[in-house]
């Protein structure tokens, strides 16, 4: 009896597949800054609501168990969020730029470190202030990105 591996590895040597290079997992060429610019807004949005959330007065039970809930809820979609842009970060800095755009921005390097830290900040920490210069940081980006496409009229638009 012949075994399932000896007919793949037939089936292989009988139909071999090209070999195949690509810049990335996939060699799909769509890149966009915007899912980061995305989820940094959540991060924002969540940075603000846990600033402005109240807690209630300790004699109500009810409402500190939905203070705590909401509160922990707000928590989780913000790391959640800064953890999904600094992927999305990372596959730009990763798949998408080359030597040469490094040559047209030697600062690139350096932008996306930074960006990848307030990235980690704004998991760990409740700051506006982090949040908004996330925010700028990926302006930067969508800015750098574009301009390597000749592209200078796709506008930064937030959706909040």
């Known amino acids: 009896m012949i075994s399932l591996q000896t007919i793949a590895d037939r089936i292989k040597a009988w139909f071999p597949a090209p070999v195949v290079h690509a810049h990335c997992d996939g060699p799909c060429g769509v890149y966009d800054p915007a899912s980061a610019r995305i989820a940094a807004e959540a991060v924002l949005s969540m940075t603000k609501k846990i600033l402005d959330l109240q807690p209630p007065s300790d004699s109500d039970p009810k409402a500190m168990a939905a203070y705590e809930n909401t509160m922990s809820r707000y928590i989780q979609i913000k790391e959640e969020q800064a953890t999904l842009a600094?992927?999305?970060?990372?596959?730009?800095?990763?798949?998408?730029?080359?030597?040469?755009?490094?040559?047209?921005?030697?600062?690139?390097?350096?932008?996306f470190w930074n960006v990848g830290k307030l990235c980690s900040a704004c998991k760990v920490e409740v700051s506006l202030q982090h949040a908004e210069e996330l925010m700028a940081a990926i302006k930067e980006i969508q800015e750098m990105f574009w301009a390597t496409k000749n592209r200078t009229d796709v506008p930064w638009y937030k959706a909040s």
């Open 86 to 111: 600094k992927k999305e970060l990372l596959v730009l800095w990763t798949d998408y730029f080359k030597p040469v755009h490094l040559a047209q921005y030697p600062d690139l390097h350096d932008k």
